[in-house]
């Protein structure tokens, strides 16, 4: 059987309560993904005169019970019916959510107090809506910028890789073995296809239409690059690291410190006299990496625990033998191979990475700016917004702002 696998501890569930948390774009779904949403590239440009005006949506006065009294003998009889958003023309039924809360509740009920349970669902809820809110806004900008039957075409095209790619995946996550097996599956988790097939649907298309709408600027001045690199020098800055082979003689492994250093400094005489280096480290060193011809690879300044060998490591020339070094737990002989002192990245070599950060800066506020477009265009109301409800679960307006 298919699991959110949301893990939530008790205290988890009860930060719920009061922080509402940064909304995602992608649609809440009770069933882990697997795949990534995919890509089209059908999505003509927006037409000069979109068939719906870029204007907020017309507000309308929230009806006078928005959400249904609790019926005598149980408050689950009509729940899943319930209305508890309405996103522009869109409207979010608490079925549209509530396997999601359900799962996590299953999961983590036992750690929840009775008493607390109420609170602890509809704050799950709370969350669960405000997630849902920015994507779909952005499918409400979709809907009046692209006419319908370019719509249709589009949602056939996503279908078809839900039905060849998606299903699949969810028969071999649910361990079924036929279509008619996962629907039953999928009821029995209170869900159905679908539910699932709208979601991936609004997947793509969120996606694909957030980027349309945030073009890549990749164009950059010299003027531009060199101000960011001015402004954020610490950025480039690399530290010293150095790349050295070891031979190691521990003294715990010889019966005297005096032994330990014949043993050394034997190894030492074998190189002079021409034995390679890596051969004798992989025969007679006990270092931890003997067997790789005693070879370390970039080891940052500051990162070791014996002084005098970082000492000798950051000072002597390349390729030259040190002397016997005399540490808390062995003697060593190290050889630099290559050394990097501290410095910082040229301007001209840094200009490949400041590019790509400006863009994703500049894809990043677009991006936010679009966002904050489409919060004012597309009016918003949920059930929270309803001091009647709140008190009826519980809840105060306070809880949902923290």
Known sequence: MLRLRLQLGWGLALALLVCAGDAALAQPSPYPRTDAPPQYDAFPP?????????????????????????????????????RIATIGNDVVLLSDVLPHVEQILKQNGQQIPP?????????????????????????????????????????????????????PELMEEMKVGSRAELVTALRQEGSSLSQLR??????????????QQVPEEKNFSHDELLEYYQANLGEFEQ????????????????????AAYAKIAEMGNAIWQGKPFEQVAAEQSDGSTAAQGGLHDWTKLGSLSSKELEAALFSL??????????????????????RVDRHHTPFRDAQI??????????????????????????????????????????????????
């Open 353 to 402: 990475d400041i590019r790509e950060k400006l863009t994703k800066q500049r894809r990043k506020n677009a991006r936010r700016e679009y966002l904050d477009r489409l919060e004012e265009e597309i009016r918003v109301w949920t059930v929270f917004d309803e001091p009647e409800f709140l008190a009826q679960v519980g809840l105060k307006a306070s809880d949902l702002r923290r």
């Open 46 to 82: 927006p037409t000069s005169t979109p068939p719906y005006p870029r204007t907020p949506y017309p507000i309308t006065q929230s009806p006078t019970s928005p959400y249904p009294t609790r019926p005598p003998g149980g408050e689950q009889q009509f729940e899943g019916a319930m």
């Open 239 to 258: 530290e010293a690291k150095v790349r050295w082979q070891q031979l190691r003689v521990r003294y715990e492994n010889h019966p005297t410190k005096e």
């Open 198 to 211: 709208e979601a991936f649907f609004e997947r793509a298309l969120v996606g694909q239409w957030i980027r």
């Open 317 to 338: 020339p390349r390729q030259q033998l040190s002397p016997i070094i005399e540490g808390p737990r062995a003697f060593h002989i190290v050889r630099v191979i290559e």
């Open 115 to 167: 008493a607390q349970l109420a609170r602890v669902k509809w704050s799950l809820v709370h969350q669960a809506v405000q997630q849902l809110i920015p994507g779909k806004r952005v499918m409400q900008d979709f809907k009046r910028n692209i006419p319908a039957d370019r719509i249709d075409a589009i949602r056939e095209q996503v279908n078809k890789t839900f039905e060849e790619k998606r299903i």
